[in-house]
């Protein structure tokens, strides 16, 4: 796993007012929590912090020089504009060399699906532990071969060496189940209409017209 070093200040405006102007110098508010310390307010360089979360993925190792020294730490929660994307705050976790920390990573399934299947993903992370300079970025899981019914459980990911499964071993990340036929597709439509009190547009038919050369009475 690759270690990102980045230059971090040290915060002394908080509130929503002392994050805006963080944000616009170009700066994201970060908050270092860890090792029963008090926690610790910096701000990390925006696009820097970018370019360490795009390459290095959301349990990066990064280096922080801060006030003179240095800190491990990694991600524990961030917060994007939901709109703009911008990150606008980060809790960092603090770290050391030969600690084991618990994070979740992001599984990635691969692989052609058997013809006839459809991949039911049920989760997207599983939690591991691992030590702090040895994260896994992610894992990946191939469908190749797998029958109709099959499942991929926690257990039969593979894990680096030093890495433990912290999920529940028989959770399941992914099935393969039947994809439904166009009938059953048109089916759930109509139902779901129904529920929705839709009624289906259908042409009307002419109405009868009167006999013509009828006599009158």
Partial sequence: MSEVRLSAETRTEFGKGGARRTRRAGKVPAVIYGHGDDPRHVALPAREF????????????????????EQLVIPKS??????????????????RLGEKVTIDVPVTVVGDIVPGG??????????????ATH????????IDGLEIGSQITAADIPLPTGSSLI????????????????????????????????????????????GQGDSAE
């Fill in 50 to 69: 970018a370019n360490a979360i795009r390459h290095g993925g959301s349990n990066v190792l990064l280096t922080l020089d801060v006030e003179g020294g």
């Fill in 78 to 95: 961030i917060q994007r504009h939901p709109i703009k994307g911008h990150y606008e705050h980060v809790d960092l976790l603090a770290v």
């Fill in 118 to 131: 459809l991949l039911n993903q049920e989760a997207s992370t599983i939690s591991v532990e691992a030590e």
């Fill in 135 to 142: 994260l896994p970025t992610g894992f990946e899981v191939s």
């Fill in 167 to 210: 999920t529940d071993p028989e959770s399941v990340v992914a099935i393969i189940a039947e994809a439904p036929t166009a009938e059953q597709l048109e089916g759930d439509v109509s139902d779901a209409a129904a529920e929705l009190g839709i009624v289906e547009d259908r042409p009307s038919e002419p109405a009868a017209s009167a």
